[in-house]
């Protein structure tokens, strides 16, 4: 028997749970036994809410043995750290258990001091907000991880790959394989930072030098190439790039660069608390005024009207 407890905190997603309990459902179904055995516990135990208004019940966290610990926390994660919550999920990696994280789960197991040996997948949007409060190393930039007694999920359907990692881990490689077939889906193999994932995947099918263009530019967003430098180290003619461009995005590339790279800027006012000059110079723009500009007339408000809001 494996016992996986789940742990979520008020207005958990949805999504997440699911992209749990599924995969362990239809692995059991193919072991032909209950060999997966979860449940669901919040810190107090009762009702607890989803993001999308579904309610569950729930025990409260207890002393009973479990293999797997998993986090499954809200958009606020700040609002579930409490005392109570951090010294359990202290205890239950000292008894030895693999203690996972989903999404903002992150910064409640840095909080717990969870983080000190092996760093926590994080969703891009959040990353640099949770590096500034805390060490660089407790994040990293990929869709899951699992490694020794640690697992963790970026969020979305990266948490269905963290999850059939475990099955693998706990049972075996072809029923992973085999779960995954099932529920039709087509495990990830990118391993990279998380917006890479778009040049690896979508825009690489539409045209590899696309693709490899785009690549370049999400690697250079505080330092930006110029489109002749990209187009040098791809040995490809700017005018050949504009066509890719224009055909594929319906933009130039100098267009679908600085909407990357404001796009990265939005990402950063609206998840941590860097100062605007800073936010615009992570962005390539090494004048304010310029940032001010473009941010602008890209999303139809100021940058401290979004960090506002």
């Given at each position: 028997m494996i016992q996986v407890d789940i742990v979520l905190t008020q207005n958990f997603p949805m999504l997440s749970l699911t992209l749990i309990t599924e995969p362990l459902r239809v692995a059991n179904r193919e072991l032909g036994k209950r060999v997966w055995h979860w449940r669901v516990l919040t810190a107090t135990g009762g009702l607890v809410l989803s993001s999308s208004?579904?309610?569950l019940h729930s025990a409260p966290l207890d002393e009973q043995r479990a293999d797997i610990v998993l986090l499954v926390s809200s958009y606020a994660p700040e609002k579930a750290l409490a005392k109570p919550l951090l010294g359990w999920l202290r205890a239950k990696a000292r008894s030895g258990a693999l203690m996972g994280c989903v999404d903002t789960g992150a910064l409640i197991f840095a909080e717990a001091g969870l983080l000190t040996k092996a760093p926590a997948a994080v969703h891009f949007e959040a990353l640099h907000g949770y590096r500034e409060a805390y060490a660089d190393q407790m994040f990293a930039d990929r869709l899951f991880d699992?490694?020794?007694?640690?697992c963790s999920s970026a969020g979305g359907v990266a948490t269905f790959d963290m999850t059939l990692a475990l099955i693998a881990r706990f049972t075996n490689r072809d029923l992973s394989r085999r779960v995954a077939e099932i529920l039709t889906y087509r495990p990830t193999e990118h391993l990279g930072p998380q917006q890479r994932m778009l040049a690896e995947t979508s825009l690489m099918r539409l045209d590899r030098n696309l693709g490899r263009a785009v690549d370049l530019m999400l690697v250079h967003i505080s330092e930006p190439l110029t489109i002749a430098e990209i187009g040098d180290q791809l040995d490809l003619p700017e005018w050949t790039l504009a066509r890719l461009f224009q055909r594929h995005l319906g933009q130039t590339?100098?267009?679908?660069?600085?909407?990357?790279?404001l796009s990265q800027a939005k990402n950063i006012l609206q998840n941590s608390s860097y100062r605007i000059s800073e936010v615009s110079?992570?962005?390539?723009?090494?004048?304010?005024?310029?940032?001010?500009r473009s941010y602008k007339r890209q999303f139809k408000e100021t940058a401290s009207q979004t960090r506002k809001r």
């Open positions: 208004g579904f309610e699992l490694s020794d007694n640690r590339p100098s267009e679908y660069y600085r909407y990357l790279r110079r992570l962005c390539g723009y090494e004048n304010p005024e310029s940032f001010a």
